[in-house]
């Protein structure tokens, strides 16, 4: 079964600097997500990229997808404190309704 | 806004009693799941309901339950709870298959078992 692995597993950047954080998953996908999740909180969906496309942007966030070699990035750009979260890619295949989601990766901004 | 709501944020309960945990969302959603969250192991999908009365496993169905009696609400049901159970529990809904495939999720129910 694909299942998404984020690198690295913590970030720690300081205000205005940008953040990568990285998604590897197995098998083909029709999409790949990437969720936000505030400590103790639900997932907020942030950014969906289908599998025919090679990059997307929204706001500060741009997410990279090679299938080739199943891999994924989430770049966020002039990071703020307000971002310090954890980060989730999640990938959807042939099934459609489930999702396989990541161990994350934990943000952390320094003011 | 699509809204889900978990009835609980926190629920301390003892070793062999039978939880409830509900979810209802306001978003005439065919599609509902419930995930346990540990660190280190992400989110695992517990059970998902694609309709009224209709259940799916997901990949740990084991020591779960599930009912969705009606389109707004599943509740998942620990039969005789375990200390191995204590987790994070969310719950998200997904419209039709032309959302997109997008879940919203709940803000959580952390469970300690005791």
């Known amino acids: 079964s694909q299942q998404g692995e984020e690198d690295p597993q913590a970030l720690s950047i300081q205000e205005g600097e940008n953040a990568t954080m990285n998604c590897s998953y197995k098998?083909?996908?029709?999409?790949l997500q990437w969720y936000r999740q505030n400590s103790g909180r639900g997932l907020v969906h942030l950014i969906l990229i289908r599998s025919n496309e090679r990059e997307k942007h929204s706001g500060r966030l741009r997410v990279t997808l090679d299938t080739s070699k199943e891999s994924s990035s989430l770049l966020i750009t002039a990071s703020r404190a307000a971002d310090t979260a954890s980060y989730f890619c999640a990938t959807d295949g042939a099934s459609g309704s489930r999702l396989t989601f990541g161990e994350g990766t934990q943000l952390t901004v320094n003011p | 806004d699509v809204k889900v709501t978990q009835s609980s944020r926190y629920l301390v309960k003892r070793t062999g009693e039978k939880v409830f945990l509900e979810c209802v969302q306001d978003?005439?959603?065919?599609?509902m799941f419930w995930y346990r969250q540990d660190p280190g192991l992400g989110l695992r999908l517990i059970y998902f309901?694609?309709?009224?009365?209709?259940?799916e496993k997901g990949d740990i169905p084991e020591g779960y339950s599930v009912s969705r009696e009606k389109k707004e609400r599943f509740s998942l049901i620990l039969e005789s709870a375990s200390t191995n159970q204590t987790s994070m529990y969310l719950c998200?809904?997904?419209?039709?298959?032309?959302?997109?495939?997008?879940?919203?999720f709940g803000a959580g129910t952390r469970l300690s078992v005791l």
């Open positions: 309901s694609y309709d009224v009365k209709m259940k």
């Open positions: 978003m005439d959603h065919e599609n």
């Open positions: 998200a809904s997904r419209g039709h298959a032309l959302a997109k495939n997008i879940q919203y």
């Open positions: 098998t083909s996908i029709n999409n």
